[in-house]
């Protein structure tokens, strides 16, 4: 279909928890669709629906994997495993670009949610694909990764997006 633009922190959309998927129609096979199409080019590994200005319960994914590229969808998903092993280093977000900041993340997650035929996926993650698994579910709650900071980056972090050209200001 298309890649669609990516609504910036600042937008309500990014702050509200998303609805669950209900209808499983042509509708939502677009939906799918445009968020596999926006979320493959190069730099980007995952992006939930709300980014896009969908406030629905979906997100797309692409890591790089031992065999090229994991590229998938789950729809209504939700995390039913994390790993008390933890990895910290650098994250960003499509929707707060160029701001990357420390952030802690279980090293293992488990999501459970469904296809477009309303049947059940469970997609298993390590690395970065736990990262981006953990980091999507947090947009369909309303919560952007700034919210797991220090409180000092936090500061730090929302000062830069206030000051940057991207900020979304109603």
């Known amino acids: 279909m298309a890649v669609r633009d990516i609504r910036y922190f600042g937008d309500p959309v990014l702050m509200s928890r998303a609805d669950p998927v209900t209808r499983f129609d042509r509708n939502l096979e677009a939906l799918i669709t445009d968020l596999l199409d926006t979320v493959k080019p190069d730099g980007r590994a995952g992006l939930a629906a709300p980014q896009i200005g969908v406030g629905l319960r979906a997100f797309s994914y692409d890591v790089p994997s031992e065999n090229g590229r994991r590229l998938g969808y789950v729809i209504n998903p939700e995390i039913v495993e994390l790993s008390e092993e933890t990895q910290d280093s650098d994250e960003g977000c499509l929707s707060v670009p160029g701001l990357w900041y420390p952030t802690v993340r279980a090293r293992e997650a488990v999501v459970r949610g469904v296809d477009l035929r309303n049947e059940p996926v469970i997609v298993r993650g390590t690395g970065l694909l736990a990262r981006c698994l953990q980091h999507e579910t947090d947009h369909l709650n309303g919560k ?21 050209e991207w900020f979304w200001a109603s």
Not at 145 to 164: D, G, H, I, N, V
Request: no cysteine; charged share 40%.
């Open 144 to 164: 952007l990764y700034l919210s797991r900071l220090t409180p000092e980056l936090r500061r730090k972090a929302l000062r830069a997006a206030r000051e940057s």
